[in-house]
């Protein structure tokens, strides 16, 4: 057993940190965990997540469970913005204030709780309670997790400073539906449903993000929402699954599904995004991209995007750097909105199936395979760069 205690670099002691192992999450510290019982520890490392600003880190088990006191410093998230790896990925070099103008682009996840006017995504439209039947639902406005205030941050922030990191597509018009379920954080099938409903048809969306998926129930009825959708010339990405097998919807013709790429050499040593780095096989030389092992690929995969190592920002700084498909979801939609931004023919389309049809072909032509041998089966298209 040992003790543990936790500062950070300028020497004051964080006020909570979520401790997890293995990606369970069994104690928060302070109030009352002071000692890690062995038999906590199935596997080699334990992961302390930080509050907001703080790198992950990944301790060996064999550390944490040695006598004595285990002092652990919590390195603090770059301040490199308002670009980061994940931008540069994608051939985004430099600032505009018209990157992503003109577009318009939903977000479905779980909730979004109203942003103050200090938030770098103040500017997003909250339709939380478009799929609930009442605006005054306070479930679709009060999030269980950070996890939609993430995705709409790496979309959309505006966070233009070394502090913070810009989102993808800061100046398109964005809004966010919530699909959230009742009593749990995941998603509703038939919620999901009626947001893209109603971001296709009430707000005129032209890209839809949908962070969410089932390995087990395919849902007709979803299925039929993005077929309509796209006769209505839009693109519905999905993320495609923390797992070796697609989700359902990504598994469908119409739904664009997305997988995770991780980037060596931009994270401090022994922190839980480093240990994932190093464990990768590198896929492309000169690029030092990987695919993240965990990431669903395949055939029913369009697309692939950074979602390993990005950091999205809260109220102009950075919060925190996460990873997964749900991730890698709202940066593939955005760089797919910011081609098509820049394509006269598609700006001048009627938003129907051909309209639908052309976009894909745009976004085929501009996708990178990775990888002198091809996609290698990962994926039918690649990276999309602008």
């Known amino acids: 057993m040992a003790l543990i205690s936790f500062q950070l670099p300028n020497g004051t002691t964080p006020t909570v940190i979520w401790i997890f192992v293995d990606g369970r999450q069994p104690q928060e510290w302070p109030g009352g965990l002071d000692w890690f019982a062995p038999t906590w520890l199935p596997g080699p490392f334990v992961v302390f997540a930080a509050a907001d600003g703080y790198w992950d880190l990944a301790i060996p088990t064999k550390d944490v469970v040695a006598p004595g006191q285990l002092l652990l410093t919590l390195p603090a998230l770059p301040a490199g913005g308002p670009l980061g790896w994940w931008h540069h990925a994608h051939r985004i070099t430099r600032m505009s204030a018209q990157r992503g103008a003109g577009m318009c682009i939903g977000i479905v996840d779980e909730a979004l709780a109203p942003q103050p006017s200090t938030s770098c995504i103040a500017h997003v439209h909250n339709d939380g309670a478009a799929a609930w039947g009442s605006a005054s639902n306070?479930?679709?406005l009060t999030p269980w997790t950070d996890h939609a205030h993430a995705v709409c941050s790496l979309m959309?922030?505006?966070?233009?400073?070394?502090?913070?990191?810009?989102g993808m597509a800061p100046y398109a018009e964005v809004f966010f539906a919530s699909a959230c379920s009742d009593a749990?954080?995941?998603?509703?099938?038939?919620?999901?449903?009626?947001?893209?409903?109603?971001?296709?048809e009430t707000r005129g969306c032209e890209i839809i993000s949908i962070s969410s998926g089932d390995l087990e129930d395919p849902s007709p009825a979803l299925q039929n929402a993005v077929d309509e959708a796209a006769d209505f010339g839009i693109l519905c990405f999905f993320a495609a699954g923390n797992r070796a097998t697609p989700l359902y919807p990504a598994t469908y013709p119409q739904c664009l599904a997305v997988?995770?790429?991780?980037?060596?050499?931009?994270?401090?040593?022994q922190t839980q995004i480093e240990l994932i780095d190093s464990t990768q096989a590198q896929l492309l030389p000169g690029h030092n991209f990987y695919v993240w092992?965990?990431?669903?690929?395949?055939?029913?995969i369009e697309f692939c995007a950074p979602g390993v190592g990005?950091?999205?920002?809260?109220?102009?700084?950075?919060?925190?750097?996460?990873?997964?498909?749900?991730?890698?979801?709202?940066?593939?939609?955005?760089?797919?909105?910011?081609?098509?931004?820049?394509?006269?023919?598609?700006?001048?389309?009627?938003p129907d199936r051909q309209r639908y049809n052309y976009a894909l072909r745009v976004l085929r032509a501009a996708a990178n395979p990775l990888g002198a041998g091809g996609n290698r089966g990962l994926w039918q298209y690649g990276l999309l760069q602008l």
């Open 293 to 300: 092992t965990s990431s669903a690929t395949g055939p029913e």
């Open 138 to 140: 306070t479930r679709s």
């Open 310 to 350: 990005v950091i999205w920002s809260r109220d102009y700084v950075s919060a925190a750097v996460t990873y997964g498909t749900s991730f890698a979801c709202p940066l593939g939609a955005a760089a797919a909105a910011l081609i098509l931004q820049n394509d006269p023919i598609y700006r001048q389309m009627s």
């Open 259 to 269: 997988a995770a790429l991780g980037q060596r050499g931009h994270t401090p040593p």
């Open 184 to 200: 749990s954080s995941r998603l509703d099938v038939g919620r999901v449903e009626a947001c893209i409903g109603h971001l296709s």
């Open 156 to 166: 959309t922030s505006r966070a233009n400073t070394t502090q913070g990191y810009g």
